[in-house]
Every structure is written in C-alpha cells, then in structure tokens.
C-alpha cells in the first residue's frame, strides 16, 4: 500500500476577512511532490479555510491513489484534535466541513498530526501564494497541479474501489486550472524545508496515538457590560442605532460608576472593547478611567436599528404598525417599519464582531460593553439556543453576564444578568 503525507494550511487576513488554503501530497517514502492545489475563497474565518485545505489535500490524494494510507499534518491544532475525534465540533461552519473530510477516504486509511508552523512552510505558502493573486482580482495555478492528478490517476484505474465502496468525485472547477492555461515549470526543490523523509523519518507510517485529554489553555473571557441608563432606558422606550444618540442620564452615570468598582475590586479585566454608541463609551469609559485601560470601538456591537420606531414605546408601535410588530416577533428575518434592521442582520454582524475581538485578544479577559439586543445574541450563540430564546432573556441596565469562548470552538455562559454591584 502506498503512504501519502498530505500537508494542509488555510488563513484569513481578517477572521473573517480575505482568505485561502493550500495544500500538498507528498510520496511518504521519496519525498516527491505529487500534488499542490490552492485556492483563494473570499471572506471566510481562518478555520473555515483550514478545513477547505483539509478537503482540497484529501480529494487530491484520493485522486492519485483511493487505496493510499494518508497521514496529514497540519499546524492546526482544533482541526487535527476535530478530526481525531478527541474534541467536539459544536460550531455550525465546521461541523459539515468536518463530515465532508470523514467521507472522502475511509476512517481506517487517514491519520492526523499536528505539526509547528515552521514546518508546515510549504501548504502556508501556497496559501498565501492564493490569498495574494485574490488580492489582485487574479486566478491563480500552483507549479504541480491538480491537472497532472488526470495522468496519474488513469494509473490507478485497475486498482479495486476504496473498502467502502465509493467512487472517486471529480475535482471540482476551483480546484482545475483551465486547459488553455498551461502550467510552469516545476521550478528546482526548496531547499530550505526539509523533505517528508527528513522530518517524519519512520513516523509516517506509525500509528495514531492514543487519545489524550484535550489542551483547550486560557479560554478568551468576555465580561458583558450593558450599558448604564438613558432618558429613553427608563421610560421603556426603542433606543437603537438608526435614532438619536442619547447619553447616559445622571442614574447612567451613577451605575456606570458603581460598576467600575465592583470591576476594578474584581481586577480581571485586561482589555475594553465598545459599541461605538454614546452611553456605552461612557460606560466604558467610567472602567478605563479607574483601570488605566484605553477604549477600544468595535462598530459591530452597536444596538439594532429600529427604523421607524425608534423613541416610541412598545404600545406605541403595536398601536401604529400592529401587523409589522406581529411579523417581527415571529421572524428573525423581518426587519422593523422603515429600514430597520433584523435579528438576523444583528446576529451576523455581532457573531463577526466577537470573532475579531477574540483574535484581537486571544486569551485574555475582555470587557464589552454593548446594548440589549447585542449581549442576548452573544449569549444566545454561545447556548447554541434558538433565536426566540432572546425573549426569556432578562437584561437591566448596567448588569454583567460572562462567556468564555474555548480554542476547540465550544463556548461556556459562565454569568447572566448579574446587578448585585448595584444594591
């Protein structure tokens, strides 16, 4: 039986931001590149394309042999740990990326491994070789294409099918340069990245090590702060982005500061992050002033945008749009009278908003300070709880809830609501 190394990376100048994968097949005993494929993908998360590096390296593999044991290296520590079966998968973009990989080749003929960066040097190339030419609005072709795995597959056609049965899928079209196009030369080896032989001497064909208790090291902890009250907070009144900005009222400010002792008492907080909206700078502001901290804006925790019924109650609206306020109670993906935004839209951009944030500050405890709408969602997301679970949720004014987010993907709700700093 043949041994192919499949080596896989993927990146996102942004998370989520600008991105693409890169991947190689190398012959496990001569170190020859069989393969090379990349491709740039849009805006997507660094995970998302790791698992696109994944499935391009596993489908160029099965390609040149359905019968090969593949041994995968990847410097991706949750997708190795997903794929090895040791951690879960709970996040909804990985999950069908992580069953589609299981399908390609049977379990029994596929091992993972993590590697260092430093030498996974040729996939993270080609990765970036594809998110560059995307860049420039360019196709882009590796040296050893997908195209030459026709000729080397038509060898394989007298072995029997893989174990399960299954027939080899097509490459797809983003993984096949055009046929106008001819491929370069195979320029002369990297010398500078040591061959399979050098770096998995015997390894390659060892066995998957046996289970280990998954080092998940420091979560990213978001302390959730709403903010502190307004004229419009206490007369229960739509206060989003799409109206006035109105400030905090002389009970805000007076909440604002009683929060930053109880934060301050605590001394957890290493970095603010804020909606960019007035009563919630102020807010913050109140905790840097006492911590020493700057106030960093994130524009995506802003407060939905209620159109038309912004500064009205809720009796008002039901009284003047009844058959609008009906459908937005029901649906996530109705937006309020007059080009508000959805629940729906909310959730997309809060969910992008907490990505960057938990890369910015990988591992460290955050203080975000937002609104209703944006804080219920971040808990809602890290429950994996249905969308109408937003309204079983009680949020006062300048209360704190926490989340800890996990390096595998999982999340922990660690607080909810808490107002005792208040009293």
Not at 79 to 94: A, F, T, Y
Not at 304 to 319: C, R
Not at 374 to 385: D, F, Y
Request: proline residues 8%; aromatic residues 4%.
């Amino acid at each position: 039986m043949r041994t192919f190394i499949v080596e896989a990376d993927g990146g996102s100048r942004g998370n989520p931001g600008p991105a693409g994968y890169g991947a190689v097949v190398l012959d496990a005993e001569s170190g020859e590149t069989l393969a090379e494929v990349a491709e740039y993908l849009g805006v997507v998360t660094n995970n998302v394309a790791e698992y696109r590096g994944l499935l391009a390296g596993l489908r160029a593999a099965r390609d040149l042999d359905p019968n090969a044991a593949v041994s995968v290296r990847m410097d991706s520590k949750l997708v190795v740990e997903q794929m090895s079966g040791r951690w879960q998968i709970k996040h909804p973009d990985l999950r069908p990326l992580a069953a589609e990989a299981a399908r390609i080749l049977p379990a029994g003929q596929v091992s993972y491994a993590w590697i260092p960066r430093a030498e996974n040097k040729h996939a993270d190339r080609l990765a970036n070789e594809a998110m560059d030419a995307g860049g420039r609005g360019e196709q882009w072709s590796p040296s050893v294409s997908t195209a030459d795995l026709d000729t080397r597959a038509a060898r394989n056609l007298a072995s029997p099918k893989p174990a399960d049965g299954s027939d080899r899928a097509p490459l797809t079209a983003s993984e096949t340069p055009a046929p106008e196009t001819p491929a370069p030369e195979t320029p002369a080896p990297d010398t500078s990245v040591p061959t399979a032989e050098a770096r998995f001497p015997a390894a390659v064909k060892a066995p998957v090590p046996a289970a280990v208790p998954p080092d998940l090291g420091t979560p990213t902890t978001f302390v959730l702060l709403r903010h502190g009250e307004t004229a419009l907070t206490a007369r229960k009144r739509f206060s989003g982005s799409g109206g006035d900005d109105p400030a905090l009222s002389d009970a805000g400010r007076e909440q604002a500061e009683r929060v930053a002792d109880a934060l301050v008492a605590r001394g957890t907080i290493q970095a603010v992050v804020s909606s960019p909206l007035a009563r919630c700078r102020q807010t913050a502001a109140a905790v840097a002033a006492r911590t020493g901290l700057d106030v960093v804006t994130e524009p995506g925790l802003r407060e939905t945008d209620f159109g038309a019924w912004e500064g009205l109650t809720f009796g008002q609206v039901s009284e003047l749009h009844p058959d609008d306020l009906s459908a937005w109670l029901g649906s996530q993906d109705v937006a309020p009278t007059g080009g508000g935004e959805s629940f729906a839209t909310v959730a997309r951009r809060v969910a992008e908003a907490r990505d960057r944030i938990i890369e910015r500050y990988a591992g460290r405890t955050v203080l975000v300070v937002s609104h209703v709408t944006p804080v219920k969602t971040l808990v809602r997301l890290a429950l994996g709880a249905p969308p109408d679970s937003m309204f079983r949720m009680d949020l006062a004014a300048a209360s704190l809830s926490a989340v800890a987010y996990y390096a595998d993907g999982n999340a922990a709700v660690r607080l909810l609501n808490d107002t005792s700093h208040l009293r």
